[in-house]
């Protein structure tokens, strides 16, 4: 059963503070990652989606992967009260579906 | 709008009836996928179509469960028989290219009493 594990939190952050969420995945032979931020009561929502080893920013997100040690980070840099919301780390198996961690919810403080 | 649409969003039935939930991905998109999401848990694959073919079925996917893409557009899943362990949020989500990123549709949150 391929595995993907984040701290399902609550996450505490200060407003314009950096958030970092962190995964972990067991499938070695994964190739995409992606990042999706849910609000309650809504459907997930794509942030970020990473291939490759290294950084990938997009504005105040950075994607942070590791493919040796089987991490995937997410930073959210100047973080506001909106980006209170859960984040979902996601690893594709294969190239036919998603496998979601439980999430981590991310409250930001005013 | 070109997103991802589902209908209903929200179905409230009695145990033991049959429901039927609709999905009309993003147009380009050939590739469409169900997941089912409870409380406080990740989405969980339940079966994914690459155009009018199911390809693959989650074995959470009990013989109550059947999904349908005819001429691969829309898609339809359909639970016989509900019982109170199908309440969920029913989601369905698209993508142009296998491996590639999937856009969630609003969900369908069914409560089966």
């Known amino acids: 059963q391929k595995e993907v594990e984040q701290n399902s939190g609550p996450l505490s952050v200060p407003e314009g503070a950096i958030a970092s969420l962190n995964c972990t995945y067991s499938d070695r032979g994964s190739q995409s990652f992606f990042w999706y931020r849910q609000y309650s009561g809504k459907s997930p929502e794509l942030i970020m989606s990473i291939y490759s080893n290294g950084d990938k920013e997009d504005g105040r997100f950075t994607a942070q992967l590791n493919k040796a040690s089987q991490y995937v980070s997410l930073l959210i840099r100047d973080s506001q009260p909106s980006d209170s919301a859960t984040y979902l780390c996601?690893?594709?198996?294969?190239?036919?579906?998603?496998?979601f961690g439980q999430g981590t919810r991310l409250t930001i403080n005013p | 709008d070109t997103g991802v649409s589902q209908n209903p969003r929200h179905k409230i039935t009695k145990r033991g009836q049959n429901v039927t939930f609709r999905c009309d991905p993003i147009s380009e998109h050939n590739r469409l996928y169900w997941y089912r999401q409870t409380l406080g848990q990740g989405p969980e694959f339940l079966t994914y179509?690459?155009?009018?073919?199911?390809?693959?079925k989650s074995r959470l996917l009990s013989d109550r469960f059947s999904a349908e893409r005819p001429k691969g557009s829309f898609s339809t899943l359909e639970i016989q028989r509900t019982e109170q362990g199908d309440s969920a949020m029913y989601l369905c989500?698209?993508?142009?290219?296998?491996?590639?990123?999937?856009?969630f549709g609003p969900g369908t949150r069914l409560t089966v009493l």
């Open positions: 989500a698209s993508s142009l290219v296998a491996g590639g990123a999937q856009y």
């Open positions: 179509f690459q155009n009018e073919a199911q390809l693959e």
């Open positions: 996601a690893v594709s198996e294969g190239a036919q579906k998603l496998v």
